[in-house]
Structures are given as structure tokens and as C-alpha cells.
């Protein structure tokens, strides 16, 4: 195959349906784990706090119902509309040397071959071509246009480290931790739980923010709505004054 000519990919139509699906799928299974665990634990802290003789779990559990309702209508929406745009407005072009990703809303992003530090693979899905640093990523879907030929050009970069199904779970896990840990540090009025729970968080809701504000791949809409990890992060030193206060006294 002649590489010294520019080529351009783009996203099939006949593969969006298949990936809205799997996006959504995907996605509700993982804001039901978060949402459930954060759920069960307040129930059992509110139990506990409460005594034997009252335990608010109807009310929790039906709350906890029609939120998911209305995030997965609502973010069925959302999605739908963003992975449209994303479909429609998505080049791929490869040159003698470079992949370059140019999309709505997005800055054109470059990564020559010699960048190329590491390739992962999520079968059926998606390549994801890491840079030299872990937020310059291209992702190529599976359901792009003559996606053997892209496969080829990209294996011979480097070796394809093909995902576990369930690669998914590093990113469930930290956030599932983070929710249950900010319930707990919300229940307990002890500084030696309330403290440290609520530094970690602060680190981590800030971090986030960083991460969003600098990720090429987050459109601007995504990266304005990171400062509202703020807001929890203020939460977090308000509780560890109240309680600094208590001790105190």
C-alpha cells in the first residue's frame, strides 16, 4: 500500500447505531453501580445513625429510581446529539509520518508515529493511539471506513495491547470510591475520619478539574462544566471546619 500520499477515514453511518447502543448500554451500568453503592451505604449510615427501629430505605431506594430514570432519559439525549456531531464531523488522516483527528468543536489533534508510546485496543470498539503524554489520545472506532487498512498502518507503529473486557472498571472503582468516600466523610462528625477522607477529596475533585480543563478531547461545553467540581471540593473544606470548630470548643 502507497503510505506517501495523504489518506482520509471517515465514520461509517451504518456502525452509529451499534455504537450509540453500546455507549448508552455502557453508561447506565456504570452510573447504576456508582449510584446504587452510594445509595446502599447512606442507608445503612443513616440506619445506623438512626437505630434499629427506623430505616428510611423505601424512601432511598425510590429516590434512587427516579433519579436513574431521569439521568438515563436525559443523558440519552445529550449523548445522542453529541455522538451525531462527533460521527458527522470526524476525520481521520493519515500521512507518510502522522495520524491527525480533526472534529467539531475539537482542536485538530497530531500524533506523528515516533510520538506513538503506546496502543490499546478494545475489540469490537475501538483503537486508542496514546502520545507522549496520556491526554494526547486519538480514538479511532472500529466502524470507520476500511478500518483493516487503519489497523494495518497502526500495528506497524507499535505492538496493540488489547483491553480486558471489563478495563472499564478502572474508572468505575476511583469514582464509585469517591462518592462513597464523600457520604462517609458527610456522616461522620469525627476529625480523624472527617479529615483525611476530606483531603483526599479535595486532591482528587481538583485533579479533575485540571484533567478536563487540559484534555484536547473534551469539547469546550465539558471542559467549562469541570469547575463544578469546585463546588464539592468547597463541601469538603466546610466539613473539615465544622468539625476543627467542634473540636475545639
Not at 43 to 63: A, E, N, Q, V, W
Not at 86 to 101: C, Q
Amino acid at each position: 500500500m502507497n503510505r506517501t500520499m495523504n489518506r482520509h477515514y471517515k465514520l461509517l453511518p451504518s456502525s452509529f447505531p451499534v455504537e450509540i447502543q453500546r455507549i448508552q448500554r455502557s453508561w447506565l451500568l456504570r452510573w447504576s453501580l456508582i449510584t446504587a453503592g452510594v445509595f446502599l451505604l447512606t442507608d445503612l449510615l443513616l440506619s445506623m445513625r438512626s437505630g434499629t427501629g427506623h430505616k428510611p430505605s423505601l424512601y432511598i431506594f425510590l429516590f434512587l429510581g427516579l433519579l436513574l430514570v431521569y439521568e438515563a432519559v436525559s443523558t440519552r439525549r445529550q449523548t445522542r446529539r453529541r455522538l451525531e456531531k462527533y460521527w458527522d464531523t470526524y476525520d481521520l488522516e493519515i500521512g507518510p509520518d502522522y495520524f491527525l483527528r480533526r472534529q467539531a468543536d475539537l482542536a485538530d489533534l497530531c500524533l506523528h508515529f515516533g510520538e506513538v508510546t503506546r496502543i490499546e485496543r478494545q475489540p469490537g470498539h475501538y483503537l486508542h493511539l496514546i502520545g507522549n503524554h496520556k491526554q494526547r489520545v486519538i480514538e479511532i472506532y472500529e466502524g470507520i471506513e476500511n478500518f483493516d487498512e487503519v489497523f494495518q498502518i497502526v500495528s506497524s507503529i507499535r505492538p496493540i495491547e488489547v483491553l480486558h473486557r471489563f478495563a472499564w472498571l478502572k474508572l468505575v472503582l476511583p469514582r464509585t470510591a469517591a462518592a462513597v468516600g464523600f457520604v462517609v466523610m458527610l456522616w461522620s462528625g469525627s476529625p480523624l475520619v472527617v479529615v483525611p477522607l476530606a483531603s483526599v477529596l479535595i486532591i482528587a475533585f481538583l485533579r479533575e478539574v485540571v484533567r478536563l480543563r487540559r484534555d484536547p478531547n473534551q469539547p469546550p461545553k465539558i471542559r467549562r462544566r469541570a469547575w463544578g467540581y469546585l463546588f464539592p471540593s468547597l463541601v469538603c473544606f466546610l466539613k473539615v471546619w465544622e468539625v476543627t470548630v467542634l473540636l475545639r470548643r
